[in-house]
C-alpha cells in the first residue's frame, strides 16, 4: 500500500506545522510526507522584494527558526515564499526544490506557477497525470471539470482514474493535510484539531 501524506503553505508556523506531523503520524505513519510549497514565511512583500537594491540578510528577510526547520524531514517542492526568500537575500539554498513531483497518478505543484483570477481561482497548465495536487490560495477544494467543488474531511473520496485538481489547503491556517492513497485511490482531506496542547 502507497500512501502519500501531502502538506502545504507552512508559512513557518511551528505550532500548525508540528500539530499536522502529529496527526499524520497518528493517522498514516507509513506515508511518504511531501512538501506542496511555502514552507517559510517571507516577511518582504513582494512590492519591496522587487525595489530593493541590495540583499537582504536572512533574519530580515524571513521566518526561519531552528525548531521549524527541525521538523522538515521531507522533500518538497518550491512555493512563491522560498522563490522570493532567495531573491532578496540571494541564498541560492531556497531554489534548491523541485518546481513539480510526479508521484503514481499525481502531480505536486505550487500554485504560483498557475494564473490566477481576481476572485483568486485558478487556470490549471497542463500536466501528464490524472490527478494534480497543489496548495497556494489556502483554500482545500477538489476542483472537478475545473469546478470549485466543496470538500467534506475525514471522508474516503475515490478517484479512480478521474482527472481532478485537488487544493490540499494551508497548515498555517486551518491544519490542513491531504491522505493520496495511490493503491485505493483515494483522496482524504484532514484537520488536524485546533485544541491539542503541542507546540
Ligand atoms: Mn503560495
Known sequence: MMQYALLGDLHSHYKNTKAVLKHIEEIAPNAQMIGLGDLYECIIGKRKAVALTEHVPLDQAAIIKKKFTELLTFPSIIGNQEERIAFVTGIQQFLNYEEKIVIENATLMHGHQFEWSEHFEPTFPSYETPLLFFGHSHRAAI????IRT?????QPMYVGDQTYEINVGAVVESRDWCLY???????????AQKNDSSN
Open 143 to 146: 476542483y472537478i471539470n475545473g
Open 181 to 191: 492513497d495511490s493503491e485505493q485511490m483515494t483522496v482524504t482531506f484532514l484537520q
Open 150 to 154: 466543496k470538500i467534506e474531511y475525514n
